[in-house]
Nanobody, 131 residues
């Protein structure tokens, strides 16, 4: 059973940076086939995919609003995924979740932004950006 544990949220001002972490609970598991999604959600809205990552080939995907500001990376030794968020804007405020599922590279490229494509979720971490 794979569980995801998130950390790293907080409050920053516009232009600031945060790095979110998503650690897998079972480090001995083979995650090479896994697709990872980072989602954010604000009250009354559906979860929005902001970034995706296929662990097997390292391909990263981003929604337009975060391109050039957010970066997904992975530490294979610790089985931890990161979402580096720079130049934060007020509209980046929300609860951020990481999600995972075993997917082919092609399937990940075509589904990373859909919450229904994932069956394992972290508990979420709050990001608040103020002006």
């Amino acid at each position: 059973q794979v569980e995801l544990v998130e950390s790293g949220g907080g409050s920053v001002q516009v232009g600031g940076s945060l790095r979110l972490s998503c650690a897998a609970s079972n480090p001995s598991h083979d995650y090479s086939t896994y697709c990872i999604g980072w989602f954010r959600q604000t009250p009354g809205k559906e979860r929005e995919g902001v970034a995706g990552f296929h662990i097997g080939n390292g391909s990263a995907y981003y929604t337009d609003s975060v391109k050039g500001r957010f970066t997904v990376s992975a530490d294979s030794a610790t089985k931890t995924l990161f979402l580096q968020m720079n130049n934060l804007k007020t509209e980046d405020t929300g609860m951020y979740y990481c999600a995972a599922n075993s997917r082919t590279r092609h399937a990940c490229a075509n589904s990373w932004y859909r919450s229904g494509a994932f069956d394992r979720w972290g508990q979420g971490t709050q990001v608040t950006v103020s002006s």
